[in-house]
């Protein structure tokens, strides 16, 4: 009897000039960028604190504080991994994950597969084990003005060995 765990996540972050923008690992060319202390890379911080949640372990605030100079900068797939690592020490893997990346600009179609193969390496799965869909705020509020995007996952696990 497979043991299961879902998990959701949600983030934002400011668009602004001058910075590069990464999501889903993946850098897409665009006048403007995401403003964090890491790469601000938002759909890679949803799953992960997708993946956190699924087993009750907090948020990526927690493992990678603001504050720390440690992470200023930092490539979110390698935070990514971590958690990752976290999963597999409690003997769970990703069975699937489904994610909405919301942004007004720049289109994100033609980027999703390299989003899917880059996620994928860094959490052992396959592309087709995790979807990723684009779409926009309408106009709407400060999403649809362009002054952020934001990301949703939602993420499934299966314990893959009883020995924790
Ligand atoms: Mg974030």
């Known amino acids: 009897m497979p043991v299961m765990r879902i998990g959701n996540g949600y983030d934002i972050h400011r668009l602004v000039p001058g910075r590069t923008l990464i999501i889903g690992g993946v850098t897409i060319p665009y006048e403007r ?25 907090g948020d990526i605030g927690h493992y990678f504080p603001p504050t720390d100079p440690a992470w200023r900068g930092a490539d979110s797939l390698v935070l990514l991994a971590q958690v990752n690592k976290l999963l597999m020490e ?41 979807g990723i869909k684009a779409t926009t705020q309408e106009g709407l509020g400060p999403i649809g003005q362009g002054e952020a995007i934001c990301a949703y996952a939602v993420v499934l696990l299966e314990k893959c060995s009883m020995d924790n």
């Open 33 to 57: 960028g995401l403003l964090g202390h890491s790469d601000a890379d938002v759909l890679t911080h949803a799953i992960m604190d997708a993946l956190l949640g699924a087993l009750a372990l």
């Open 90 to 130: 409690r003997g769970y893997q990703v069975s699937n994950l489904d994610s909405v990346i919301v942004a007004e600009a720049p289109r994100m179609k033609p980027h999703l597969p390299a989003m899917q193969l880059k996620l994928g390496q860094v959490l052992g799965i396959a592309p087709d084990q995790i």
